[in-house]
């Protein structure tokens, strides 16, 4: 049986994506390059504290964005479905109906 990854995993991968993709396309740079260490290995690079605040605020604003017209637009979806399941209607329909339940609200 496969097991899912968690949210946590979810949101670890999506961070670290988000700070590799900075440094490859040039977003952010290193303030101290990594060095090599007496056994061979590299030391991490360090960068600026306020940049990667930045660089995470924005990429936070980004995914609120994208989310937001996701879920939308899946809900809108999802009632067209339910509604040409039960109900024979076609988006075209839904439209015109919410368009006529628009004026009446507003007296048009």
Known sequence: MSKSPS????AEDATFRVFRDAIEFGVIEAVAPPVKLPDGSLSRAEFDGDDIKE???EAWEKFNAEFDEA???ATVDEMVDFAGKHFGYKLKDLQEMNAQRSAVRHNR
């Open 7 to 10: 949210a946590n995993g979810i």
């Open 71 to 73: 879920f939308v637009k």
């Open 55 to 57: 660089l995470y605020a």
